[in-house]
T-cell receptor
Framework: KNQVEQSPQSLIILEGKNCTLQCNYTVSPFSNLRWYKQDTGRGPVSLTIMTFSENTKSNGRYTATLDADTKQSSLHITASQLSDSASYICVVSFGHIFGTGTRLKVLA | SAVISQKPSRDICQRGTSLTIQCQVDSQVTMMFWYRQQPGQSLTLIATANQGSEATYESGFVIDKFPISRPNLTFSTLTVSNMSPEDSSIYLC????????????FGPGTRLTVL
């Protein structure tokens, strides 16, 4: 069964700290893996896209990694800001399989 | 990039009625996608809508319940028919850029509450 699992389910960190979100998938075949940020009440916004051959991709303070052998990805957020408070969703795009998301809360 | 608008942004409807959600894109796109996001959950793909052909529905979703129109390359509608409280969700439309490495753009969503 095609699945995308994310951990942790929720996370609270202090402003300025780093954090890493995890994504494990069993989707096959694989097209690409995307990380999205979804603010409450808004549609998701793309952060990174990685194809099978890429193992890291950065977008400002966001860095995604991909290990296609172990079918794992991570999203690392550096120097967190209050505006990073959102849900972060991992998506394996062949078939649009969405993970359940990690809800991040950044506190001042 | 693509800018997507949806109407209505939210609605409260009575059981048994139907609601049509509109999605407008500021550029021509081949494929448009409709998703449902139930409270506290992630997105689930309902169907893919290509201009000039029947929409392709995912497992668990049927045309009688969620009829879709795609009259041109910038517009689509999703109707939620014979609604029940279980249909209370956020409905989002989405488009993809050309090529498999392009991003996916989402509309702001339509928040539907069925009483």
């Amino acid at each position: 069964k095609n699945q995308v699992e994310q951990s942790p389910q929720s996370l609270i960190i202090l402003e300025g700290k780093n954090c890493t979100l995890q994504c494990n998938y069993t989707v096959s075949p694989f097209s690409n893996l995307r990380w999205y940020k979804q603010d409450t009440g808004r549609g998701p916004v793309s952060l990174t896209i990685m194809t099978f051959s890429e193992n890291t991709k950065s977008n400002g303070r966001y860095t995604a990694t991909l290990d296609a052998d172990t079918k794992q990805s991570s999203l690392h957020i550096t120097a967190s800001q209050l505006s990073d408070s959102a849900s972060y969703i991992c998506v394996v795009s062949f078939g649009h399989i969405f993970g359940t998301g990690t809800r991040l809360k950044v506190l001042a | 990039s693509a800018v997507i608008s949806q109407k209505p942004s939210r609605d409260i409807c009575q059981r048994g009625t139907s609601l049509t959600i509109q999605c407008q894109v500021d550029s021509q796109v081949t494929m448009m996608f409709w998703y449902r996001q139930q409270p506290g959950q992630s997105l689930t793909l309902i169907a893919t809508a290509n201009q000039g052909s029947e929409a392709t529905y995912e497992s668990g979703f049927v045309i009688d319940k969620f009829p879709i129109s795609r009259p041109n390359l910038t517009f689509s509608t999703l109707t939620v028919s014979n609604m029940s409280p279980e249909d209370s969700s956020i409905y989002l439309c989405s488009v993809e850029g050309a090529g498999r490495t392009d991003t996916q753009y989402f509309g702001p969503g339509t928040r539907l509450t069925v009483l």
